[in-house]
């Protein structure tokens, strides 16, 4: 992966004028980051709306019952339609947005996260040394190196793409456990292979807010595969080649949310279809 390029407002998803105002599903919007630190992250640009949001959410906790039961009934019935109703974004317009409208950089309620990982112990146990999160058009809106909290057996370069400079400057493990735990809280997380990031970092989330595409059922069927990997999925879905080298964590989140949008529709109507 080496060094991801973060100031590359570039992303992989097109225009749908469809969408239009019906992303309702967007929370917050960021203001427009013109500066950022080395390893690209945004988290300067935003982190006090996540506290924000993370500081009501406390407090609807601590309503009533009853109140809080209706309230998650209303929430939910109003996300299952919008859910459905966005339609599938990525199959009606494959063209790239190289421009990046300022709409699009916003907290969604759709995000995927991926994580870079160094082996410790005897080089086979991993712990985790990079995480990357966008919203649902690709938009980066978190990216950090994490301090080791153990001596580093193989940095795993080849494929995680991690140095040990990257490392040394990383921030603390901690802190980006709870900046990406106030992040996650609340929305449905895209990924590939959810479980071994959420490991290494210590974290859960709820499986019906877990979009997992090593897991989806439908591209289990067309790879042939019990458990496809990302690179493949990305060739015989998407057409696009990634993981060529070194890895880079916010390209393969943004590939996951584009694998996730392009089957959006059928996936979450077999997933409302259950409950």
Not at 37 to 53: F, H, L, P, Q, R
Not at 70 to 99: A, C, P, R
Not at 178 to 206: C, T, W, Y
Request: proline share 2%.
């Amino acid at each position: 992966m080496g060094e991801s390029n973060m100031g590359d407002q570039n992303v992989l998803y097109g225009k749908n004028k469809s969408m239009g105002r019906k992303q309702e599903e967007i929370t917050t919007c960021i203001k427009p980051v013109t500066k950022r630190s080395a390893s690209g992250c945004n988290w300067e640009a935003y982190k006090d709306i996540v506290y924000t949001e993370e500081s009501n959410y406390d407090k609807k906790k601590n309503h009533s019952t009853k109140k809080s039961s209706n309230k998650f009934q209303k929430f939910k019935k109003s996300n299952n339609v919008s859910l459905l109703e966005m339609g599938n974004t990525m199959k009606e317009d494959k063209k790239y947005d190289h421009t990046m409208a300022e709409n699009n950089k916003k907290i969604t309620k759709l995000i995927a996260m991926d994580c870079e990982m160094v082996g410790i112990g005897d080089g086979s146990e991993s712990m985790i040394a990079r995480v990357s999160i966008v919203n649902k058009f690709g938009y980066c809106l978190y990216d950090k190196y994490v301090k080791p909290r153990e001596k580093v057996q193989d940095y795993r370069t080849a494929v995680s793409g991690i140095y040990p400079h990257h490392l040394k400057n990383g921030e603390e493990f901690s802190i980006v456990q709870k900046e990406v735990a106030d992040i996650l809280r609340g929305r449905i997380l895209v990924g590939h292979a959810l479980k071994n990031d959420l490991a290494v970092l210590f974290l859960s989330h709820p499986w019906r807010s877990l979009r997992d595409t090593s897991r989806y059922k439908p591209f289990r069927q067309i790879t042939k595969a019990n458990t496809p990997s990302l690179k493949r999925l990305a060739s015989e879905l998407l057409g696009i080649e990634i993981q060529v080298g070194e890895h880079n964590s916010v390209e393969d989140a943004r590939v996951a949310m584009q694998l996730y949008m392009l089957y959006r529709t059928k996936w979450e109507s077999e997933i409302y279809s259950k409950r």
